[in-house]
């Protein structure tokens, strides 16, 4: 069975950085496309990045490019999220998403809420 558990939300003031991390298990996780998805309230999931299986390469959403870094460590079978100088429209849940190429299957983790506020 496939787990994703998301970590590293909180409240946090506009400004500062953040770091998520997402830890899969149950899949072949060098295998899998790694992205990360928010959703801010009333408003659909969107994508903000995703790095490619083995680590090859890493692609971002609309306007998500500059502020965020996504990171994969195949070995740990974690990918990571840096969100640098956070602002208040970053508040959002933030969703770790894997999609293994191999059974073209999709799966998603509970999220983490991150909160940008003074």
């Known amino acids: 069975q496939v787990h994703l558990v998301e970590s590293g939300g909180g409240l946090v003031q506009p400004g500062e950085s953040l770091r998520l991390s997402c830890a899969a298990s149950g899949l072949t996780f060098s295998r899998a496309f790694m992205s990360w998805y928010r959703q801010i309230p009333g408003k659909e999931r969107e994508l903000v990045a995703t790095a490619t299986n083995f680590g090859g390469n890493t692609n971002y959403g609309d306007s998500m490019e500059g502020r965020f870094t996504i990171s994969r460590d195949n070995a740990k079978n974690t990918v990571s999220l840096q969100i640098s100088s956070l602002k208040p429209e970053d508040t959002a849940i933030y969703y770790c998403?894997?999609?293994?190429?191999?059974?073209?299957?999709?799966?998603w983790g509970q999220g983490t809420q991150v909160t940008v506020s003074s």
């Open positions: 998403q894997a999609w293994d190429t191999e059974y073209d299957l999709t799966y």
